[in-house]
T-cell receptor, first 115, second 111 residues
Framework: DAGVIQSPRHEVTEMGQEVTLRCKPI?????LFWYRQTMMRGLELLIY????????DSGMPEDRFSAKMPNASFSTLKIQPSEPRDSAVYFC?????????????FGSGTRLTVV | DQQVKQNSPSLSVQEGRISILNCDYT??????FLWYKKYPAEGPTFLIS?????DKNEDGRFTVFLNKSAKHLSLHIVPSQPGDSAVYFC??????????FGAGTRLTVKP
């Protein structure tokens, strides 16, 4: 299993530009999560999906952020327009939502820098 | 709203000694707790977990203790090794829903 795959690994963009982060969850996993890691707040949950349906997006900081999961094997997190304070590492994670919550499998993250 | 708190941003211990990482939570609905370990440029990886029906879970050098009345859990690493140097995240979930993480503690184990 290739694990959770995120792309790109690094993204540098100018303020005001649109940024799209991508995630491919583990095959068979039916829950997908987007987290943002910052020094001050650690890992913040932005949004999660169960069976491709958004369940809780209360962590999305502003309307500039949006996420989609058009099918079970792909999700995107979009920031439009991007701002310097969006600079962080964004992680995608997936799990099989059955039984006990043994935890998620995380991707390697996308390091976003907005200049 | 930080429902899971790790108040120590960093911890330094000598190789062979015990490392104790602490975590507090505020949501009494949490029923499952986990610790994740993160190396630079990698995603967090699952380390150990504990259900709210237990107060201790041990896996090799790693032991997690849960004190529900105090809403506190801790991770003990004995003996600590230089390879344990990483950022450790405490996490909690309620009824198998989404997981909430603390801010992390950077552990440095000195040879």
């Amino acid at each position: 299993d290739a694990g959770v795959i995120q792309s790109p690994r690094h993204e540098v963009t100018e303020m005001g530009q649109e940024v799209t982060l991508r995630c491919k969850p583990i095959s068979g996993h039916n829950s997908l999560f987007w987290y943002r890691q910052t020094m001050m707040r650690g890992l913040e949950l932005l949004i999660y999906f169960n069976n491709n349906v958004p369940i809780d997006d209360s962590g999305m900081p502003e309307d500039r952020f949006s996420a989609k999961m058009p099918n079970a094997s792909f999700s995107t997190l979009k920031i439009q327009p991007s701002e310097p304070r969006d600079s962080a590492v964004y992680f995608c994670a997936s799990r099989n939502r059955t039984g006990v919550s043994y935890g998620y499998t995380f991707g390697s993250g996308t390091r976003l820098t907005v200049v | 709203d930080q429902q899971v708190k790790q108040n120590s941003p960093s911890l330094s211990v000598q190789e062979g000694r015990i490392s104790i990482l602490n975590c507090d939570y505020t949501n009494s609905m949490f029923d499952y707790f986990l610790w994740y370990k993160k190396y630079p440029a990698e995603g967090p990886t699952f380390l150990i977990s504990i259900s709210s029906i237990k107060d201790k879970n041990e896996d090799g050098r790693f032991t997690v203790f849960l004190n529900k009345s105090a809403k506190h859990l801790s991770l003990h690493i004995v003996p600590s090794q230089p390879g344990d140097s990483a950022v450790y995240f405490c996490a909690a979930s309620a009824y198998n829903n989404d997981m909430r993480f603390g801010a992390g503690t950077r552990l440095t184990v000195k040879p």
